[in-house]
């Protein structure tokens, strides 16, 4: 119950001008009272004795107490003003509430390692924070009566913007001054930031990520006036660009499932190696371009030491769009450990419908031919990977019929157009379409077309 300096000096100026008005008044009566009797009380050899009124000094902790009715009890004791005791216990409940929120409810805010937010967390964040705002209700109707909330502080200014969350194991149990010191750095930073980017605009010119490298290191450098290495390093895991860059980052990789001690122990790696790269950003000299180029090398060589071999290759192979969608395959399936097998599969079948399509000794049919039956050999790979029946194979496009071998006849004597189109079953229209420059003389070459229909037995020739 330390929430209070502002209502306790307003109380305590109130208590001592009540208390100077009523040595007045008790003064007044007094003197008046001893005018009155003066005749009576100067008489010989009566002594008069003089009344001194020492003034009480006042301190809290007779008034302050643990139990809230006894300091309410108290309170009136004391006389002091119903407004000022509702006042009171509703800024102290409220304080109280406040950091149990801060202290007793894990918020996504926390879970700096997330990219999306927990749905169970934000669910139980939601139900926690509704119990203790029906518990604060509860307690101030009991202690002040069901119409507590008619003077709520209503008259007290509020903040105009929300202030950022500081919760949870570590932030949550700042003292109210250092929270508010941190708001306020926070407060100011966004302010700069906001004044930046608006000459920038006005003055026609892009934003330099040199410059706001720099004002980000400046509220930095702030905060570890007012903050222990461990506070400053929890607000930067979950307030920092950096920080929210490597969320991204690892977000966009779906599958990584970062613990909490994998992105600090990351974040701590590259924090450093990010802040450099800010301040070269923009840069385009040479120099500039290799220390930049260098810086990247040293990041992704300090998340290998920091991740291990394994985890390292997880992290390189889904950055692969290929790699992610055969590892969501084998989630499915329910065998994850195939993932890598799938992603060599579909690879290879890849390469080979690749060498299909660029093959041009094939014809349009032998094409969707060939491409059907490396699809089934992709499709009995990954289903042995996975431990699973082999699927039925798709039904096959018919081949197409192959063109019967040509016929030549050559004309003995006596043999001509009639006789080849009784022997063949092939209509006279037919022979000389298909010879247009022959007149079927004896010792011509004629092409016969195939005619599917059974021949017409041929009069031996005249």
Known sequence: MRWRVY??????????????????????????????????????GQIL???????????????????????????????CPEQTIRDLIIADVNALYARKRATEIETPEQQWWRFEPDTNVVYLATAKSRELDQERRELLARLLGS????????????????????????LGALPDDVKQRVEEMS???????????????????????????????????????????????EFLLRYSQNAGALRTELGRLKFFDATPDEFRAVFRATDNFDQQLQMLRSATDPNS??????????????????????????????????YRDAYAAAVQAGAPESALTLYEINQAAAQ????????????????????????????KAAAQAFGQELPPEPPMPPMPPMPPP????VLSPGEGL?????????????????????????????????????????????
Do not use: C
């Open 352 to 379: 080979e419908m690749s060498r299909i399509r660029a093959d041009t000794n094939l014809s349009a049919e032998l094409r969707a031919i060939e491409l059907k039956k490396a699809e089934l050999e992709q499709l």
């Open 406 to 409: 040509a016929k030549v006849h």
């Open 49 to 79: 004795t003089n009344v001194v009124v020492r003034r009480q000094i006042f301190t809290w902790q007779e008034v302050e107490s643990d139990d809230y009715p006894t300091y309410i009890a108290n309170l009136r004791d004391i006389s």
């Open 418 to 462: 009639n006789f080849l189109s009784r022997l063949y079953g092939v209509n006279p229209d037919a022979l000389r379409a298909a010879n247009p420059n022959l007149k079927f003389k004896p010792g011509d070459s004629v092409s016969v077309p195939i005619n599917l229909l059974p021949p017409v037995p041929a009069l031996p020739p005249q």
């Open 187 to 233: 407060l100011r930073t966004q302010e700069r930031i906001q004044a930046y980017t608006e000459a920038q605009r006005q003055a026609g010119k892009p934003l330099d990520p040199m410059e706001l490298a720099k004002l980000r290191q400046q509220t930095r450098v702030e905060l570890a006036s007012v903050l222990s290495p461990l506070q400053l390093e």
């Open 289 to 322: 371009v290799a220390a930049r180029r260098s810086l990247e090398e040293q990041r992704l060589a300090a998340i290998k030491d920091t991740l291990g071999p394994e985890r390292f290759q997880q992290y390189q192979l889904l950055q692969d769009p290929a």
């Open 147 to 170: 119409g507590w909330e008619s003077g709520d502080l209503v008259s007290l200014p509020r903040p105009s913007r929300p202030p950022i969350p500081l919760d949870g194991p570590v």
């Open 7 to 44: 209502l306790f000096i307003s109380l305590a100026l109130n208590f001592l001008l009540a208390l100077g008005w009523s040595l007045s008044v008790r003064t007044g009566w007094l003197g008046g009272r001893r005018s009155a009797i003066a005749p009576a009380t100067n008489a010989p």
